[in-house]
């Protein structure tokens, strides 16, 4: 079984996407829209993002009318989209729309992930709710020089020390790299 990542970009203080859901601000750091090697989980099969990620990265792109741009970024991957609402596939995009509670539909995405990672891409939110059950193994943030007045948070949630140790930080093209393996929840019941 694969490991399940959130591995994002955020400004310095904290924001991943502005106010109006955009990420145009990280596509225009240098090597922002083609990021250097090691700012991509290489290993994974799967992308699960929010419908507010999906969303923009669709209109931004301009997708549905140039579905040959979905490589650019997903590759072959199956990508989870979970939503409440029904959005547009690109023309050959393998999309799988979810909603409800990540414990309903982690099941799922780990059979089709298979033995490979599972990247989450976006929202904040919910990495979160992964994190909230146990399910998020490490958060990987490239951390871009970009200081943003407001907009989407990194990670909306109180995470003590105790759960995150950091693996590498380090220096990527213009980003400031950083890696902490999650440890798991206690089990309340057995004590460990």
Same mark, same amino acid.
């Given at each position: 079984?694969? %490991?399940?990542?959130?591995?994002? +970009?955020?400004? !310095?203080?904290?924001?991943?996407?502005?106010? $109006?859901?955009? !990420?145009?601000?990280?596509?225009?750091?240098d090597n922002g829209e083609q990021p250097d090697e090691g700012l991509f989980p290489a290993g994974a099969g799967v992308?699960?993002?929010?419908?507010?990620?999906?969303?923009?990265?669709?209109?931004?792109?301009?997708? #549905? +009318? $140039?579905?040959?741009?979905? /490589?650019?970024? $997903?590759? *072959?991957?199956? &990508?989870?989209?979970?939503?409440? %609402?029904? #959005?547009? &596939?690109?023309?050959?995009?393998?999309? /799988?729309? &979810?909603?409800? +509670?990540?414990?309903?539909?982690?099941?799922?995405? /780990?059979?089709? +992930? =298979?033995?490979? *990672?599972?990247?989450? &891409?976006? @929202?904040?939110? #919910?990495? @979160?709710?992964?994190?909230?059950? @146990?399910? #998020?193994?490490?958060?990987?943030?490239?951390?871009?020089?970009?200081?943003?007045?407001? =907009?989407a948070p990194l990670l909306p949630r109180r995470v003590e020390s105790d759960r995150l140790r950091l693996v590498s930080?380090?220096?990527? @093209?213009?980003?400031? /790299?950083?890696?902490?393996?999650?440890?798991?929840?206690?089990?309340?019941?057995?004590?460990?």
């Open positions: 079984m694969g %490991r399940i990542l959130f591995d994002t +970009a955020t400004s !310095l203080n904290g924001w991943i996407a502005d106010e $109006h859901n955009s !990420l145009a601000w990280l596509f225009a750091v992308m699960v993002e929010g419908s507010t990620t999906y969303q923009w990265v669709l209109d931004d792109q301009d997708l #549905l +009318a $140039h579905p040959e741009k979905w /490589r650019d970024f $997903h590759g *072959d991957k199956t &990508v989870f989209v979970f939503t409440t %609402r029904r #959005l547009p &596939v690109p023309a050959g995009a393998d999309v /799988r729309f &979810v909603s409800g +509670a990540v414990t309903e539909a982690l099941p799922a995405i /780990r059979e089709v +992930a =298979g033995d490979r *990672d599972i990247w989450i &891409v976006g @929202g904040g939110d #919910l990495a @979160g709710q992964f994190l909230d059950i @146990g399910a #998020l193994d490490e958060i990987a943030v490239s951390v871009a020089p970009v200081a943003l007045t407001g =907009g930080a380090t220096a990527v @093209g213009q980003f400031a /790299r950083l890696v902490y393996a999650v440890r798991p929840l206690e089990d309340p019941i057995a004590g460990t």
